[in-house]
């Protein structure tokens, strides 16, 4: 990269880090809400999405150390 480029790369991430920053400053906070209540909808649905798994496996763990329960009374009872 000669000198000329990387002096106006330079000022073109300036002037759009100033951009970016004056563009936050406008105090629309409509926007930021909605873009909040659409990331916390987004969010709230990846939840879903990787619970739905989890409790299912959980259920499967219950189910397996009820039954394993069952078969150790019953071990226990014919062992006496």
């Known amino acids: 990269m000669n000198r000329k480029s990387l ?3 330079l000022g073109m991430l300036l002037l759009g880090t100033t ?3 004056l563009g936050g400053c406008s105090g ?3 926007e930021a ?3 909040e209540q659409a990331s916390d909808k987004v ?3 990846a939840v879903e999405y990787l619970n739905k798994p989890l409790d299912a ?3 499967s763990q219950a189910a397996q150390d009820a ?3 069952k078969l150790e009374d019953v071990l226990e009872e014919s062992g006496e």
């Open 7 to 9: 002096i106006s790369l």
């Open 28 to 30: 629309e906070k409509e």
């Open 67 to 69: 039954e394993t329960q």
């Open 19 to 21: 951009l970016m920053l």
């Open 43 to 45: 969010a709230g649905k």
């Open 33 to 35: 809400g909605v873009v």
């Open 57 to 59: 496996a959980k259920r």
